[in-house]
């Protein structure tokens, strides 16, 4: 594995680099930076349920021109940052051997409690100024509850959906996952019951 140049790259020069290597990176500010999932792995609960919604996207995709991938394809935001959220779905098949979304529509982060906080706030808000992204989904992986991001005609808006009975709406790309589908065999509950 080749270290990482400290010159900084343009995405088609990020793409060609990463070509090479043999772990993940996502381009930051121009510098190539291992994600998170790259240097420790990924936990079993949050690869099931990382799969647990590529099978239930897939299925429901069938016969459409959107396509589920893993973080293996890339998202190029506008701000020249290249990511790689747990779930794209892309409305436009790129060629082959591309690494990237070609029409990022749904993106789905798994929160993990050590990228909480960063996934939750400075990655969506780079999510949103993407014209093709449509929705972000942030699925916990303690317990059953998503925060859902859908771009309307006047802006962004989010709601969080919990409770392991609930269906999230995806009419963006024609699809609904219900909380059960997507941490069935897990061993997520329902969150505690807040008070006041």
Same mark, same amino acid.
């Given at each position: 594995?080749?270290?990482?140049?400290?010159?900084?790259?343009?995405?088609?020069?990020?793409?060609?680099?990463?070509?090479?290597?043999?772990?993940?990176?996502?381009?930051?500010?121009?510098?190539?930076?291992?994600?998170?999932?790259?240097?420790?792995?990924?936990?079993?609960?949050?690869?099931?349920?990382?799969?647990?919604?590529?099978?239930?996207?897939?299925?429901?995709?069938?016969?459409?021109? %959107?396509?589920?991938?893993?973080?293996?394809?890339?998202?190029?935001?506008?701000?020249?940052?290249?990511?790689?959220?747990?779930?794209?779905?892309?409305?436009?098949?790129?060629?082959?051997?591309?690494?990237?979304?070609?029409?990022?529509?749904?993106?789905?982060?798994?929160?993990?409690?050590?990228?909480?906080?960063?996934?939750?706030?400075?990655?969506?808000?780079?999510?949103?100024?993407?014209?093709?992204?449509?929705?972000?989904?942030?699925?916990?992986?303690?317990?059953?509850?998503?925060?859902?991001?859908?771009?309307?005609?006047?802006?962004?808006?989010?709601?969080?959906?919990?409770?392991?009975?609930?269906?999230?709406?995806?009419?963006?790309?024609? %699809?609904?996952?219900?909380?059960?589908?997507?941490?069935?065999?897990?061993?997520?509950?329902?969150?505690?019951?807040?008070?006041?």
């Amino acid at each position: 594995m080749s270290v990482p140049s400290l010159e900084r790259m343009t995405p088609d020069e990020f793409f060609v680099w990463q070509a090479a290597q043999d772990r993940n990176y996502e381009l930051v500010n121009g510098l190539p930076v291992l994600t998170p999932k790259a240097m420790t792995g990924a936990s079993l609960r949050h690869d099931d349920i990382v799969v647990n919604i590529l099978t239930a996207l897939h299925r429901q995709l069938r016969s459409t021109p %959107c396509r589920p991938h893993t973080d293996d394809i890339a998202v190029r935001n506008p701000n020249q940052n290249v990511r790689r959220p747990d779930v794209v779905v892309d409305g436009r098949r790129g060629p082959d051997r591309s690494m990237e979304a070609m029409e990022p529509r749904l993106l789905v982060e798994v929160l993990s409690p050590s990228t909480m906080a960063f996934d939750r706030f400075k990655k969506v808000e780079e999510y949103k100024t993407h014209l093709a992204i449509r929705t972000v989904l942030l699925v916990a992986s303690e317990h059953a509850e998503v925060i859902l991001w859908q771009r309307q005609e006047d802006g962004w808006r989010s709601q969080i959906i919990e409770n392991i009975d609930a269906v999230v709406d995806l009419p963006e790309i024609g %699809c609904r996952l219900t909380l059960a589908e997507i941490y069935e065999d897990t061993g997520v509950e329902n969150p505690p019951i807040r008070t006041a």
